[in-house]
């Protein structure tokens, strides 16, 4: 039991810590809890597409939305997460907040 109080001490902390850095880039994160986090994205399709040319994965939350009303968003896992996770926060940020191809044209 020691090891999984460790773990969820140190995804918890992950999870503050990625959470206060995508802030500092003005992109809220809702929930308090979880080894997930979902980043609201303008463009959900575009975001992971661009992230994984980074070498970044994410996965598109729409499959685990439950209403569509839930808005586009990303799901990242904290797991992963180094210690310095600004730079990455910052790259989720910039996908976060870029446009989709554009429909129409």
């Given at each position: 039991?020691?090891?999984?109080?460790?773990?969820r001490?140190?995804?918890?902390?992950?999870?503050?810590?990625?959470?206060?850095?995508?802030?500092?880039?003005?992109?809220?994160?809702?929930?308090?809890d979880?080894?997930?986090?979902?980043?609201?994205?303008?463009?959900?399709?575009?975001?992971?597409?661009?992230?994984?040319?980074?070498?970044?994965?994410?996965?598109?939350?729409?499959?685990?939305?439950?209403?569509?009303?839930d808005?586009?968003?990303?799901?990242?896992?904290?797991?992963?997460?180094?210690?310095?996770?600004?730079?990455?926060?910052?790259?989720?940020?910039?996908?976060?907040?870029?446009?989709?191809?554009?429909?129409?044209?």
């Amino acid at each position: 039991m020691k090891e999984v109080d460790q773990a969820r001490s140190e995804y918890r902390r992950r999870r503050l810590s990625f959470v206060d850095a995508l802030a500092s880039h003005d992109i809220p994160v809702k929930g308090s809890d979880g080894i997930n986090i979902w980043v609201p994205v303008a463009d959900e399709s575009a975001a992971v597409v661009r992230l994984a040319s980074q070498g970044i994965g994410v996965a598109p939350g729409a499959p685990f939305s439950i209403l569509p009303s839930d808005g586009a968003h990303i799901r990242v896992t904290v797991g992963s997460i180094s210690e310095s996770c600004q730079e990455l926060a910052e790259k989720i940020a910039d996908a976060a907040l870029a446009g989709g191809w554009s429909r129409g044209r």
